[in-house]
């Protein structure tokens, strides 16, 4: 692979301005592609197939209207009054006439025609029922509602408008965000030593994402494409693509301080370290492809987005660098005399650099080193054990928010369980007993623990829950108020126990029973995703153990590897649980309300953060192989990849940490937990598992971590990662050749890695 990645190197480098015009004109594409197809975002979370969701899509068949997006309207008087003074309830009623008229709604329910008035009558509830999903209603939906209540605000009222229609899932990209890239900016201009080549990095990275994200665009306008999944695919794309970019560019220049021919060198650093950018690129794209194996199509166009951008990104750093290389020639080597250069020589002579300094203390007393570490992650993951996953809804919407005020409004007046009713829907009943039927459904379920009583609400109907209504000539609709919020545990019990009561109910009735409404579906969407979280996470790290033992060619190598990546994951959740879940902290993150972790974190988080523990082993550890297989003892391997990784890997850490960590100022929940846990991931994984843990457990393994069964290096196939089979770069002058190129290796063999027994 090292030959071939070579070849494209060299090629892309005499070619530069065909490669430049290629990228150029695939940009203008994917541009006018969006510009041609527009953007159009779905942000209902669904699975097709699931109880909830056929239930629905029914309930959409047989009432349209019964299955729009819903509105809740709260008016509170002033203290010491009630709703039901004269006035109050005049202007009450007025809103709710005005309200009537608003674009797609369909219903209004007066509250005092429903009862729908707290204990002591100080608010009242008003229901809107709109005619259509909330992705086809207007932007302007929530103000033209608000506006319609202005004769309840006007008679002295406070009005809140909110509910499941206008659940805030929109994510908005700001200037905050790129903050991130001004940090990568200061870290690449430190780590490079030079402003053309951080400039070069940083441009590549950008030209890599917006095609990515671009053609994400194009090809998600014929599909369901959240709001979330293009802002993943920026986060992912703009960090790995300045990641790969550093990979090739840093091994370009420490060649050309060695005096290598730009071309050759270019060529080289492709072929090396751009054969660790291809398997690094690879396991990201192959773990976020991975995420459609759950089934729900929202994560799976998501994580396809992703791992698009991702492929992209890896095209952009095989190619169209090493064609600015060839604009940039001889200008990217450190000038003589610069604390780069400076730098580069102590590296190729075997100086005491910062990473091995390092890596000599972490080494000295190797095995205290790694049971600090692997103590220290263990405590940190201890609230993983508590996690508890669900969907956003508006009790996690900004504070002061419409959407946030009326749904801690709702809880406080009529009960958190109000915020998220469930549906029951009893379908292809006779038509001639279907009353008799419904009511027998509605007492059967109105008998289960966990309901509002109808005291609880001080007039609102025994169980809303157990009042049936007619939607066709064979279905009927149950609705049931939860005693506890929608995303309480309680509420996810009482859908298990309604659920439960069905298969008697269906033979009693004849027809059949499903538990649905957001709330259900929301609960049913948790479900899925913590039932593959397991299966999905051993097949992620099965999948790195193989790929792994390709590259390295190694048999305790991949499992040291996937070992360190369950600690960075479970490390990483447990920070997440401690400040989304138990809110510590949550006022110096932002995080609007402490509950329930967003069901889909886990997953992506476990799917990129796997690639991205990828990067760092595989840029790491093949420097420290490629040391071994050229005659250097395990712990001299070592402390050479540390000498000449850890610089660049630490870089690397730096930008994605600023990357991530920048889109915490983004409100939206899915992004803002995804991108916490992934930057405390980036963090943990880069400096305390692969530039601490992984040098003292290899020191530890001594030649035993490099071992492979004969009968296993005759099977596998030799990937080169380390670009063994490169030939060496010509030099000009009196230079030392570089610290990469080519020797004999000190055993017999095939030239890839010694064959002693572990232990030897």
């Given at each position: 692979?090292?030959t071939?990645?070579?070849?494209?190197?060299?090629?892309s480098?005499?070619?530069?301005w065909v490669?430049?015009a290629v990228w150029?004109?695939?940009l203008?594409?994917?541009?006018?592609?969006?510009?041609?197809r527009?953007?159009?975002f779905?942000?209902?979370?669904?699975i097709p197939?699931?109880e909830?969701q056929?239930?629905?899509?029914?309930?959409?068949e047989?009432?349209?209207?019964?299955?729009?997006?819903?509105?809740?309207?709260?008016?509170v008087?002033?203290?010491?009054?009630s709703?039901?003074d004269?006035?109050?309830?005049?202007?009450?009623?007025?809103?709710?006439?005005?309200m009537?008229?608003?674009?797609?709604?369909g219903?209004v329910?007066?509250?005092?025609?429903?009862?729908a008035i707290?204990l002591?009558g100080?608010?009242?509830l008003a229901?809107?029922q709109?005619?259509?999903n909330?992705?086809?209603?207007?932007?302007?939906?929530?103000?033209?509602?608000?506006?319609?209540?202005?004769?309840?605000s006007d008679?002295g009222?406070?009005?809140?408008?909110?509910?499941n229609?206008?659940?805030?899932?929109?994510?908005?990209?700001?200037?905050?965000?790129?903050?991130?890239v001004?940090?990568a900016?200061?870290?690449?201009?430190?780590?490079l030593g030079s402003?053309l080549?951080?400039?070069?990095?940083?441009l590549?990275?950008?030209?890599?994402?917006?095609?990515?994200l671009?053609?994400?665009?194009?090809i998600g306008?014929?599909?369901?494409l959240?709001s979330?999944a293009?802002?993943l695919?920026?986060?992912i794309?703009?960090a790995?693509?300045i990641?790969?970019t550093?990979f090739i560019l840093s091994?370009?220049r420490?060649?050309?301080?060695a005096?290598?021919?730009?071309?050759?060198?270019?060529?080289?650093?492709v072929g090396?370290a751009?054969s660790a950018v291809?398997?690094?690129?690879?396991?990201?794209v192959?773990?976020?492809?991975?995420?459609?194996?759950?089934?729900?199509p929202f994560?799976?166009?998501?994580?396809?987005g992703?791992?698009?951008?991702?492929?992209v990104a890896?095209a952009?750093?095989?190619?169209?660098?090493?064609a600015l290389?060839?604009f940039?020639?001889a200008r990217l080597?450190?000038?003589?005399?610069?604390?780069?250069?400076?730098?580069e020589e102590?590296?190729?002579?075997?100086g005491r650099s910062l990473?091995?300094?390092?890596?000599?203390?972490?080494?000295?007393?190797?095995w205290?080193?790694?049971?600090?570490?692997?103590a220290?992650?263990?405590?940190?993951a201890?609230p993983?054990t508590?996690?508890?996953?669900?969907?956003?809804?508006?009790?996690t919407?900004?504070?002061?928010?419409?959407?946030r005020?009326?749904?801690?409004?709702?809880?406080e007046?009529?009960?958190?369980?109000?915020?998220?009713p469930l549906v029951?829907?009893?379908?292809?009943v006779?038509?001639?007993?279907?009353?008799?039927?419904?009511?027998a459904v509605?007492?059967?379920?109105?008998g289960?623990?966990?309901?509002?009583p109808?005291?609880s609400?001080?007039?609102?109907?025994d169980?809303?829950?157990a009042v049936?209504q007619?939607?066709g000539?064979t279905t009927?609709?149950i609705?049931?108020?939860p005693?506890?919020?929608?995303?309480?545990?309680?509420t996810?019990?009482?859908?298990?126990d309604?659920?439960?009561?069905a298969?008697?109910?269906?033979q009693?009735t004849g027809?059949?029973?499903a538990?649905t409404?957001?709330?259900?579906?929301?609960?049913?969407?948790?479900s899925t995703?913590?039932?593959?979280?397991?299966?999905?996470?051993?097949?992620?790290?099965?999948l790195s153990?193989?790929?792994?033992?390709?590259v390295?060619?190694?048999?305790?190598v991949?499992?040291?590897?996937a070992?360190g990546f369950?600690l960075s994951?479970?490390a990483?959740?447990?920070a997440?649980v401690?400040v989304?879940?138990?809110?510590?902290?949550?006022?110096?993150?932002?995080?609007?309300s402490?509950g329930?972790?967003v069901s889909?974190?886990?997953?992506i988080?476990?799917?990129v953060?796997?690639?991205?523990?990828?990067?760092?082993?595989?840029?790491?550890?093949?420097?420290?192989r490629?040391?071994?297989?050229?005659g250097?003892?395990?712990?001299?391997?070592?402390?050479e990849g540390?000498?000449?990784?850890?610089r660049?890997?630490?870089?690397?850490?730096?930008?994605?940490?600023?990357v991530?960590?920048s889109?915490?100022?983004?409100?939206?929940?899915v992004?803002?937990?995804?991108?916490?846990?992934?930057?405390v991931g980036v963090?943990?994984?880069a400096?305390?598992?692969?530039?601490?843990?992984?040098?003292?457990v290899l020191?530890?393994?001594?030649?035993?971590?490099?071992?492979?069964?004969?009968?296993a290096e005759?099977v596998?196939?030799?990937?080169?990662v380390e670009g063994a089979k490169?030939?060496a770069p010509?030099?000009?002058?009196?230079?030392?050749a570089?610290e990469?190129?080519?020797r004999?290796?000190a055993a017999a063999?095939?030239?890839?890695g010694r064959?002693?027994?572990?232990g030897?």
């Amino acid at each position: 692979m090292s030959t071939l990645l070579q070849r494209l190197g060299r090629a892309s480098f005499r070619n530069r301005w065909v490669v430049v015009a290629v990228w150029v004109l695939v940009l203008a594409g994917v541009a006018a592609a969006v510009l041609v197809r527009g953007l159009s975002f779905d942000d209902r979370f669904t699975i097709p197939g699931s109880e909830s969701q056929q239930a629905l899509d029914r309930l959409t068949e047989v009432s349209p209207a019964a299955a729009g997006a819903s509105a809740q309207v709260v008016f509170v008087a002033p203290d010491g009054s009630s709703v039901a003074d004269p006035t109050y309830q005049q202007a009450i009623e007025s809103a709710v006439q005005a309200m009537g008229r608003v674009t797609d709604v369909g219903a209004v329910v007066d509250p005092f025609q429903s009862q729908a008035i707290s204990l002591g009558g100080r608010a009242a509830l008003a229901n809107v029922q709109y005619t259509v999903n909330n992705t086809l209603l207007p932007d302007d939906a929530l103000e033209q509602l608000q506006a319609a209540t202005t004769a309840a605000s006007d008679a002295g009222l406070t009005v809140d408008v909110g509910g499941n229609a206008f659940q805030t899932t929109a994510v908005t990209i700001g200037p905050l965000e790129f903050v991130g890239v001004a940090v990568a900016v200061v870290v690449l201009a430190v780590a490079l030593g030079s402003l053309l080549a951080a400039g070069m990095n940083l441009l590549t990275a950008l030209v890599g994402v917006a095609v990515g994200l671009l053609g994400f665009l194009a090809i998600g306008s014929f599909t369901t494409l959240s709001s979330s999944a293009p802002t993943l695919a920026l986060m992912i794309g703009l960090a790995v693509g300045i990641d790969y970019t550093l990979f090739i560019l840093s091994r370009h220049r420490t060649q050309l301080a060695a005096g290598a021919d730009p071309e050759e060198s270019a060529g080289r650093a492709v072929g090396t370290a751009g054969s660790a950018v291809v398997f690094a690129g690879l396991t990201v794209v192959v773990a976020l492809a991975g995420l459609s194996v759950v089934g729900i199509p929202f994560l799976t166009v998501m994580g396809l987005g992703a791992a698009g951008t991702v492929l992209v990104a890896v095209a952009v750093a095989l190619t169209l660098v090493p064609a600015l290389m060839g604009f940039a020639g001889a200008r990217l080597a450190p000038k003589p005399g610069s604390r780069t250069a400076r730098l580069e020589e102590a590296s190729a002579s075997g100086g005491r650099s910062l990473g091995v300094r390092w890596a000599a203390v972490v080494t000295r007393v190797p095995w205290l080193t790694a049971l600090l570490v692997v103590a220290g992650l263990l405590v940190v993951a201890i609230p993983t054990t508590k996690l508890e996953l669900a969907l956003p809804d508006n009790g996690t919407a900004a504070e002061g928010s419409s959407q946030r005020a009326t749904y801690d409004a709702v809880a406080e007046y009529f009960g958190p369980g109000l915020n998220g009713p469930l549906v029951v829907l009893l379908d292809g009943v006779d038509a001639a007993n279907g009353q008799a039927s419904a009511q027998a459904v509605a007492q059967a379920i109105g008998g289960t623990p966990g309901l509002v009583p109808g005291t609880s609400t001080g007039g609102l109907d025994d169980v809303l829950a157990a009042v049936p209504q007619q939607l066709g000539a064979t279905t009927w609709l149950i609705q049931v108020i939860p005693e506890s919020g929608p995303q309480d545990e309680a509420t996810t019990r009482l859908v298990g126990d309604i659920r439960d009561l069905a298969p008697q109910l269906e033979q009693q009735t004849g027809g059949t029973i499903a538990v649905t409404g957001q709330t259900a579906v929301a609960i049913d969407v948790s479900s899925t995703l913590g039932a593959a979280l397991v299966p999905f996470a051993l097949v992620v790290v099965g999948l790195s153990v193989v790929l792994l033992l390709l590259v390295f060619r190694s048999v305790l190598v991949p499992v040291k590897a996937a070992l360190g990546f369950l600690l960075s994951v479970v490390a990483s959740f447990g920070a997440v649980v401690a400040v989304f879940q138990w809110g510590w902290l949550i006022d110096l993150f932002g995080v609007a309300s402490a509950g329930p972790v967003v069901s889909l974190m886990p997953i992506i988080l476990i799917a990129v953060l796997f690639g991205l523990a990828m990067d760092y082993e595989v840029f790491l550890v093949s420097r420290m192989r490629e040391a071994y297989v050229h005659g250097a003892s395990p712990r001299e391997a070592v402390l050479e990849g540390m000498r000449h990784a850890a610089r660049v890997v630490t870089a690397a850490a730096l930008i994605m940490f600023s990357v991530f960590a920048s889109f915490l100022t983004i409100d939206e929940p899915v992004v803002k937990s995804i991108a916490f846990g992934l930057a405390v991931g980036v963090l943990v994984d880069a400096f305390l598992v692969r530039m601490t843990l992984v040098p003292a457990v290899l020191v530890l393994m001594g030649r035993s971590a490099w071992w492979l069964p004969r009968w296993a290096e005759k099977v596998l196939p030799d990937l080169d990662v380390e670009g063994a089979k490169l030939e060496a770069p010509a030099h000009h002058g009196a230079h030392e050749a570089p610290e990469d190129a080519p020797r004999e290796p000190a055993a017999a063999g095939t030239g890839h890695g010694r064959h002693e027994a572990p232990g030897d």
